[in-house]
């Protein structure tokens, strides 16, 4: 079975059309959004829409969470400065985002094995949370075990990883963290998505048994800096998808 996962829009629709583009032709089984569609960009109700369109389940993210605070009026839409991401937002899709959950568990079961996945924006605890490639090996299995899973899939620090912890028991633990389609931070300006393929093949007794590919997206990354810069949010936002940082 092949799952494609894909975070962290950031209402950037260029990137987010080329790396549907790319998904499409993956042809993967099931796909699911770790969050944050909106913020830092001028297209959150374009992103939400096809989100919507194409009935992916969806969690919510810190920027989708912060829309929550934010009361938007026909004059904040004249105001200049990071929060115009957010006035941008048409009402219904406020509502959508306020709905999402913060938590996915699925469970998908080969034979005799049975895979246990944990979805979360930031971390099982805490949707603003970084789980790095480096926090405590301890304490990401503390997270683990509290979500019950085999594999902890997040978002939110923008940069890619598949980290493997083994047990005390001999069990081999997954965290994958799957970067950034609108938003790089690892210095490549490609948005990344990711693929997970398990079936009978995988085991949680061998250290290199899950399969995940890490897709990097080439889009038109001059235009979309360009499209924030003609609009009133603040040029440091182009500069950071010009960058990768």
């Known amino acids: 079975m092949k799952i494609a996962f894909f975070s962290d829009i950031h209402a950037n629709l260029l990137a987010f059309e080329a790396m549907l583009k790319d998904l499409d032709g993956q042809r993967p089984d099931a796909a699911y959004c770790l969050g944050d569609l909106v913020g830092y960009h001028i297209y959150p109700n374009e992103v939400i829409e096809e989100i919507r369109r194409r009935s992916i389940a969806t969690l919510k993210g810190n920027h989708d969470k912060k829309v929550e605070s934010i009361t938007t009026t026909p004059e904040s839409l004249k105001?200049?400065?990071?929060?115009?991401?957010?006035?941008?937002?048409?009402?219904d899709n406020r509502n959508?985002?306020?709905?999402l959950p913060t938590l996915i568990n699925l469970a998908f079961t080969f034979g005799e094995a049975t895979f246990k996945i944990a979805l979360a924006h930031g971390s099982t605890r805490r949707i603003d949370e970084y789980i790095l490639i480096d926090t405590d090996e301890n304490y990401v299995?503390?997270?683990?075990?509290?979500?019950?899973?085999?594999?902890?899939?997040?978002?939110?620090?923008?940069?890619?990883?598949?980290?493997?912890i083994?047990?005390?028991?001999?069990?081999?633990?997954?965290?994958?963290?799957?970067?950034?389609?609108?938003?790089?931070k690892d210095g490549d300006l490609r948005g990344c998505y990711a693929l997970l393929t398990i079936d009978n093949n995988n085991s949680l007794l061998r250290r290199n048994s899950i399969n995940i590919n890490f897709r990097r997206i080439v889009y038109d990354v001059e235009a979309s800096?360009?499209?924030?810069?003609?609009?009133?949010?603040p040029a440091e936002f182009a500069v950071a998808i010009r960058s990768g940082k």
Do not use: C, M, Q, W
């Not at 083994?166 to 790089?184: A, C, D, Q």
């Not at 800096?225 to 949010?233: G, Q, R, T, Y």
């Open 96 to 99: 959508y985002l306020k709905e």
């Open 79 to 91: 105001e200049k400065g990071s929060n115009y991401a957010y006035h941008l937002i048409t009402e």
């Open 166 to 184: 083994e047990t005390k028991s001999g069990v081999f633990k997954h965290v994958i963290n799957l970067g950034s389609v609108g938003k790089p």
């Open 141 to 164: 299995l503390e997270l683990l075990d509290e979500a019950d899973a085999d594999i902890l899939i997040v978002g939110h620090s923008h940069k890619p990883y598949h980290r493997t």
């Open 225 to 233: 800096a360009k499209d924030i810069e003609e609009s009133p949010l």
